[in-house]
């Protein structure tokens, strides 16, 4: 057996928000837990960050809003993720997100949110014992 | 400060009271082996004389309203005057923003200060692809002269003064609250107020940026110059280390980052061909009151005595308004907690109570909510009450400086003063604020001091009570303020109804005018004026300027 790949992850920040000191810890998180992350950069839209999902190959999609606008960006990735076919993928979300918004993004298919205060080494376990391939 | 035989019977009494110690501590050792400041800063166990013997009090310290500033920039400071109550504010559409202004200026609050939504922040119009999903979200929505009418309606901009967080399109906003002023008979050289304009920490921390570098510091030395002549009393920039803390630096670095973008933009007026006595009076700065109280009283006053230094030292300055660091704070947002948020107010309180004693002009203290979502108004209520129970009741007003000459806060400011100073000189090295931000340097310190500040929150060596310490079972906070979505929809509603009702051959006309002066040399300023009092849109001017200047491409910073 070739030796295990690493887990593959898309940090990324969907819509106009520009906080990112999030998103940044969890990438230098997930690097250090051993797992390959590619970080999005800012004001990507949900075309492009499926688009580089699809591209990179990855395991698990990680997104980060604290604008509000997880209400409609989140369903839309999950939406495109849907038309092109792809159902193997985690989609983990984070940022400032009321409790009551929770329940209908997970019928939506994202799989987790994390909000202020989660522990990083909780973000790594949660993906490490979630991974859907 | 101290000299001769005083200072060395203190020496030899605190080597005594050391000995004397020895013994206690071997069997009753200290909390912690190194006590240090959020930002790393050792610290004594206790501070004496000693420490600031050599501190020279008139070029250091100062007294009130003169140089170098460091106990305040008024010589009277509270006892004349209190700071400005001035809560951020702006949700949905300016008809939602206009009536919860009015509440504040009810309430008691002295100022307004205007959160944008962040398509109106990068210069997208409502109906912009981009914007689905974000309109009215985290401030109100402004996509044309009409919106600015609405949201300033039953308030006299003669008498207010008006903060309005707006960076990349500041021209346009400035631009049309001028509009609007004169629509209430009010001239501009009456309006008082801010705009933040403050672009390089946009690149490097907060996000809203949208031409390159060289065009956005043109726009910038533009407004100062149109500003300096036609609207004499506007701050015609807050140069921000708000959100640079926010992104997670240390006290240090936000003070460094600060200042070394005020270089750069005291640099690039200059090269401009204005003069610095002309603009620098008007620059004032935007800080984050953080967690660690004295550290954060002692920023502020390092602050102020090393803008005075390099404005007076390194540009020459000769107007003492030119060296006055004059300064809005904010308490830290990013320390508000999920968990139990009725903790916030306190931590608020604190934090303002630091800023009050640093010195602040004007203060903004977070709500309880604001991890959760935007403040509902009992939270702004009681946020605002914060700075009001600090102004009448705490007494700290009645006195300049009330910390000035502790032995702890005299060596800390010192000690922030020279570890910003030593960021400064590295910037320098790098080509000045600008190019550290091109080569990722700025970016990188802020990401690693933030990472470096959650490793060391979940290896529990610094608690946050209720978080990683203290924690209950607790159920989700209730009644949380919403943005309707159908925000959006009338937006757009309204974006039609206005192109079918202006003179749009004027505004076609008016912007392909802005396109040419872009091109040129001449100032943006006069032009944009008539593009929004033609009711262009933000939409519109922005597209126009991008299509001569670009766009923004950020460096990337994490990973390899």
Known sequence: MATKRKIRVLTAK??????????????????????????????????????????EDVDVIALSILSGAHDFLFPRIMELLGEKGVDDVLVIGGGIIPDEDIPSLKERGIAEIFGPGTRTDDIVSYIENNLRR | MFEGEGIEQIKDGYREWSEKLRPKLAKRPERKADFVTASG????????????????YMSELGLPGEYPFTRGVQP???????????????????????????????????GLSVAFDLPTQIGYDSDHPLATGEVGKVGVAIDSLRDMEILFDQIPLDKVSTSMTINAPAAVLLAM???????????????????????????SARGTYIFPPKPSMRIITDIFSFCSREVPQWNTISISGYHIREAGSTAVQELAFTLADGIAYVEAAISAGLDVDEFAPRLSFFFNAHLDFLEEIAKFRAARRLWAKIMRERFKAKDPRSMMMRFHTQTAGCTLAAQQPKNNIVRVAFQALSAVLGGTQSLHTNSMDEAFCLPSEEAVQIALRTQQLIAYESGVTDTVD????????????????????????????LGGAA???????????????????????????????????FQV?????????????????????????????????RVKGILGELRKAAQGNDNLMPVILDAVRAYATLGEICDALRDVFGEYQPVSTVGG
């Open chain 2, 435 to 469: 190019s550290a931000i091109e080569k990722g340097f700025i970016q990188r310190e802020i990401q690693e001091s933030a990472y470096r500040y959650q490793r060391e929150i979940e290896k529990g060596e610094r608690v946050v009570v209720g978080v990683n310490k």
């Open chain 1, 14 to 55: 969907p819509g106009l928000d520009g906080h990112d000191r999030g998103i940044k810890v969890i990438a230098n998180a997930l690097m250090d837990a051993g797992m390959e992350v590619i970080y999005t950069g800012l004001r990507q839209t949900p075309e492009q960050i499926v688009e580089a999902a699809i591209q």
């Open chain 2, 402 to 429: 009330p910390l000035g000459g502790s032995y702890y806060i005299e060596e800390l400011t010192r000690e922030i003063f020279d570890g910003a100073q030593d960021y400064i000189d590295k910037i320098d090295e």
């Open chain 2, 41 to 56: 800063i050792p610290i004594r166990r206790v501070y004496t004389p000693v420490e600031i013997a050599d501190l020279d």
């Open chain 2, 177 to 203: 609250y001028i509009a609007v002023a004169e629509k209430q008979d009010v001239l501009p050289k009456e309006l008082r107020g801010t705009i933040q304009n403050d672009i390089l920490k946009e690149y």
């Open chain 2, 473 to 505: 079972a607790e159920e989700p906070l209730r009644d949380l303020l919403r943005v309707d979505p159908a925000v959006r929809i009338s937006q757009i509603e309204e974006l039609k109804t206005l192109k079918s009702e202006r003179g749009n051959g």
């Open chain 2, 76 to 110: 009277t400071m509270y006892r004349g005057r209190l700071w400005t109550m001035r809560q951020y504010a702006g949700f949905g559409t300016a008809e939602d923003t206009n009536r919860r202004y009015r509440f504040l200026l009810e309430q008691g609050q002295t």
